[in-house]
């Protein structure tokens, strides 16, 4: 099966910064990857799918990028209301995995 | 309006079963996979299994943890996950998802149900 590790597993930003989220595969996975955000208290929300297609109604603040085994989710100005959890999720294989997800903090 | 609603959760104890369903409504839902995710209290996701669309035979796919224990079936109008011998490990909640990507063959979670609670305790 095919383990998906995330880092950091939290990070404390300001708003404004860039921030960087990686995402790696123990093999090869392509660019079937995708990235949800978990706010507290909420269900997931797709941001990003085929590791740099931008989901319908998601700022543009967000981006995706890698192939292969490394990935990285970023958002270009961090803003208040990005303050949750980052999961990246592998769907080249079964069974699907998720990485064991990044908290995001607002400095 | 689009929506998945999870009913079932309950408590139950270890070795023992419980059927979660999942309703959809809004969307023709025969023409979409339909995932289960779960998620332990403070933990991160997991993925629990899939049941394909209707072209594609419902047929179905398990995470390794509980293949074998658990069954997704489905009809044009619901999915339902029987857990069988259940263990601590298995509380979490259970969410229902749908897999709609604009990309064919690519994964995109983008409905999600409001979870139901499994907990597994004596």
């Known amino acids: 099966a095919i383990q998906m590790t995330q880092s950091p597993s939290s990070l404390s930003a300001s708003v404004g910064d860039r921030v960087t989220i990686t995402c790696r595969a123990s093999q090869g996975i392509g660019n079937d990857l995708g990235w949800y955000q978990q706010k507290p208290g909420k269900t997931p929300k797709v941001l990003i799918y085929?590791?740099?297609t931008l989901q319908s109604g998601v700022p543009s603040r967000f981006s995706g990028s890698g192939s292969g085994t490394d990935f990285t989710l970023t958002i270009s100005s961090l803003q208040p209301e990005d303050s949750a959890t980052y999961y990246c999720l592998q769907d080249d294989s079964y069974p699907l995995a998720f990485g064991g997800g990044t908290k995001v903090e607002i400095k | 309006e689009v929506q998945l609603v999870e009913s079932g959760g309950g408590l139950v104890q270890p070795g023992g079963s419980l059927r979660l369903s999942c309703a959809a409504s809004g969307f023709t839902f025969s023409d979409h996979h339909i995932d289960w995710v779960r998620q332990a209290p403070g933990k991160g996701l997991e993925w629990v299994g899939r049941?394909?669309?209707?072209?594609?035979?419902?047929s179905t796919e398990y995470a390794a943890s509980v293949k074998g224990r658990f069954t997704l079936s489905r009809d044009d109008k619901s999915v339902n996950l029987q857990m069988n011998s259940l263990e601590t490990e298995d509380t979490a909640v259970y969410y229902c998802?749908?897999?709609?990507?604009?990309?064919?063959?690519?994964?995109?979670?983008?409905?999600w149900g409001q979870g139901t609670m499994v907990t597994v305790s004596s």
């Open positions: 998802v749908r897999d709609y990507c604009e990309i064919p063959g690519k994964t995109a979670f983008d409905i």
């Open positions: 049941t394909r669309n209707k072209a594609k035979g419902y």
């Open positions: 085929a590791a740099s």
